[in-house]
């Protein structure tokens, strides 16, 4: 089943039971507290913090979503992609728990036939918050799942909040089990490869107040009015029905997985299907990088050095960085991203249609990119000549500092010449870059530096690291 297909027939099962199908926002998210919306629900918050009345009180969508979080799982796991899709279902002060349940049952195992995903009952898992007996119940004795097949877990897993006093609950996620091939025996807590998780609900029902630390803080109450914010993962859903190995490989990244194997001349997955090869891992980066760039300068955003153009930025350059080490050393862009077009237009004719603007802003910065790297490379090239067995830690940082210049490419060329780096000693130089980075920021939060000082240390620190952003992608608003 092709993945508009899954997306499709979601929206008709909701629509059919009384859901307002709501097209999804913008990735760049409107929240102050987010850099990208990362779950569906972020559109609908004012509604759920009842701070605006919403004209509906069931709705259906698939939200487009970036997590960059996520982003060092993309490529290793079989289910992290650094944007994806999310389909969701809410009701506001409207049907609860047993409903929700139902309603995500009845879809996922209803027969291929009858217009739903027709899996395998026996495979399906599901997992509630260690006190939710209700939901518990509900699982067994209104859905009949086996006891061993409901397991309860704690807060870190199974409780929701976002982040700050308000309206907080447990849920109940659903996972499928993809057999012995995918790993250990045992449900989602035993391996959450071979148990994928594919749907999380959401039972927004308590007030919670101030905490002391992430899952500590106390419930201090019932909310007036009982909410649903569910999410499956679009990309999860087509990969299980597709029968393919990983989220990279449905139909919408597929093509250009292919396509940057033919360009580098390797063969994907000639290994077994969980080993986790270098090759294999980096086409999957390619894959869904130039996926996640497409949509993100399709919204709008466009390569910088801060806020959401640096994460693109790094999400672009990453993915030339993959080809290079693929061996791939001409412009990779041109030849990956009409085909991630070519994939998405059908759901988003929109990618089309801004073509042109989209292929223009990747490419400069790809040509940008290259140029940085020649120049690093002219540095690089001097250094290892000078170089007897190994690259001192300061050479290879100075080429990050300066050039932007990647460690690992820097050790792939050091390798190609019979040479190591020291790495070690190029992490501790970076961390204490890290270190005075953070000292500055904290200097500069109480007031007690002047900005131009903290300015040129920014400057001459070259681009901020990936992490700083990380903060403003946290789980206040990702579900669970
Ligand atoms: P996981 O535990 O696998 O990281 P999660 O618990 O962080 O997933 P939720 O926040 O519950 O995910 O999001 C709801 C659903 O969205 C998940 O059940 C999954 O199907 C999907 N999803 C979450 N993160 C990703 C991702 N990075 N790529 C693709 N799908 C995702
Ligand atoms: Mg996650
Ligand atoms: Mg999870
Ligand atoms: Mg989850």
Redesign the pocket.
């Given at each position: 089943m092709r993945t508009a297909e899954v997306k499709r027939r979601f929206l008709a099962h909701f629509e059919a039971r009384g859901h307002t199908v709501v097209p999804s926002a913008p990735l760049p998210a409107a929240d102050p507290t987010l850099l990208f919306v990362n779950?569906g629900m972020v559109p609908f918050k004012p509604y759920m913090l009842g701070q605006e009345t919403p004209p509906y009180t069931r709705a259906a969508s698939v939200q487009k979503c970036v997590?960059t979080l996520?982003i060092d799982e993309v490529g290793k796991t079989t289910?992290?992609?650094t944007f994806?899709q999310?389909n969701g279902n809410f009701s506001f002060g409207d049907y609860f728990k047993e409903e929700a349940i139902r309603f995500a049952w009845d879809l996922v195992t209803a027969p291929l036939s009858e217009g739903g995903y027709g899996l395998d009952a026996d495979r399906i898992w599901a997992s509630v918050y260690r006190e939710d007996d209700e939901a518990a119940g509900l699982w067994r004795d209104v859905i009949g799942l086996p006891a061993e097949r409901i397991v309860r877990r704690g807060k870190a897993d199974n409780f929701w909040s976002m982040g700050v006093p308000g309206p907080s609950g447990p849920c109940s996620?659903l996972f499928y089990d993809r057999g012995p091939e995918f790993g250990r025996e045992g449900g989602p807590e035993a391996d959450?490869d071979r148990y994928m998780?594919?749907?999380?609900l959401v039972f927004m029902q308590y007030e919670r107040g101030e905490g002391t630390g992430k899952d500590d803080y106390p419930i201090v109450g019932e909310l007036p009015a009982r909410n649903i914010d569910t999410?499956?993962?679009l990309?999860?859903m087509a990969a299980l029905l597709q029968g393919v190995d990983n989220?990279y490989e449905v139909d919408e990244t597929r093509p250009i997985l292919d396509r940057a194997a033919e360009l580098t001349g390797k063969v994907y997955g000639a290994r077994a299907a969980m080993d986790r090869h270098p090759d294999d891992v980096r086409l999957r980066v390619v894959a869904d990088h130039v996926r996640t760039a497409l949509m993100l300068i399709g919204d709008g955003v466009t390569p910088a050095n801060e806020g959401r153009g640096y994460v693109l930025r790094r999400i672009l350059r990453r993915a030339v960085r993959a080809m290079r080490l693929l061996g791939f050393a001409d412009p990779a862009l041109p030849e990956l991203l009409p085909v991630a077009r070519d994939t998405m237009a059908p759901s988003y004719p929109e990618l089309a249609a801004d073509f042109e603007r989209i292929a223009s802003a990747a490419y400069g910065e790809e040509d940008a990119f290259r140029a940085t790297l020649r120049q690093g490379s002219a540095l690089l090239d001097e250094a290892l000549d000078a170089t007897r067995g190994s690259l001192p830690a300061s050479t290879a940082f100075r080429l990050h500092d300066t050039y932007g210049f990647p460690i690992d490419l820097t050790v792939e060329i050091a390798a190609e010449r019979g040479l190591d780096v020291d790495v070690p000693g190029f992490r501790a130089l970076m961390d204490e870059q890290r270190r005075r980075a953070k000292a500055d920021a904290q200097a500069k939060k109480s007031g007690h530096a002047d900005v131009g000082p903290f300015r040129a240390v920014l400057d001459e620190s070259g681009p901020t690291e990936w992490l700083a952003y990380e903060t403003l992608d946290t789980e206040s608003t990702?579900?669970?």
């Open positions: 779950a997590r996520d289910r992290h992609g994806f999310m996620e959450e998780e594919f749907w999380n999410g499956m993962g990309e999860r989220l990702v579900q669970a």
